[in-house]
């Protein structure tokens, strides 16, 4: 996780987070992977939680990708670090569901837009256009790691809360307001 890593001091089950974001930089050093790369991580688990070499928290990541000068990208798009959803009624296992949204390429501002409806559904949106519904989250799966076992119990609906994270790039570009 970055430094400049931001979390919600109270946990939350049912809420609306509207974040205005854009790409205006980019460490030289980042990983390929982390290449305009922001996340809005709901139903959270609480960064106290984590211990010290755990990659990511184990969550419902809204991420936020900023396209190339080519090629398609979208954003809002669903990673899930140490969990599921299920969408269409079935169970998905997949690291990460793209939207399908357009790309957005530049250092143009997007509105990204999150609801979450406590354990039964979350809508991502962008630029007021829904682009991905996923339901019943739940801990389960990989993709993250040296997390605390106790913490991640297979198949458990998650409480929510709210961390945003930068991967390779300034946090300047940012700016959010939350409806809970």
């Not at 939207?99 to 354990?119: C, F, H, I, P």
Request: glycine share 8%; aromatic share 8%.
């Amino acid at each position: 996780m970055n430094a400049s890593d931001i979390s919600s001091a109270k946990r939350l089950t049912q809420l609306y987070f509207a974040v205005e974001y854009r790409f205006v930089g980019q460490v030289p050093s980042g990983p390929g992977w982390a290449y305009r790369n922001s996340g809005i991580m709901v139903h959270c688990q609480p960064p106290a939680t984590m211990l010290k070499n755990q990659d990511f928290p184990i969550s419902i990541e809204v991420q936020l990708l900023g396209g190339d000068s080519t090629g398609e990208r979208t954003t809002c798009n669903l990673c899930t670090p140490g969990t599921n959803v299920v969408m269409k009624e079935k169970l998905v296992t997949a690291h990460c569901i793209n939207s399908n949204s357009k790309t957005y390429r530049g250092d143009q501002w997007v509105r990204a837009e999150v609801m979450v409806l406590g354990d039964s559904a979350i809508r991502h949106s962008v630029n007021g256009d829904t682009v991905l519904v996923d339901q019943k989250p739940q801990t389960g799966g990989g993709n993250v790691t040296f997390f605390d076992p106790a913490y991640k119990i297979e198949g458990q609906l998650l409480n929510s809360g709210i961390f945003l994270q930068s991967e390779s790039h300034p946090r300047s570009s940012v700016k959010s307001k939350s409806w809970i």
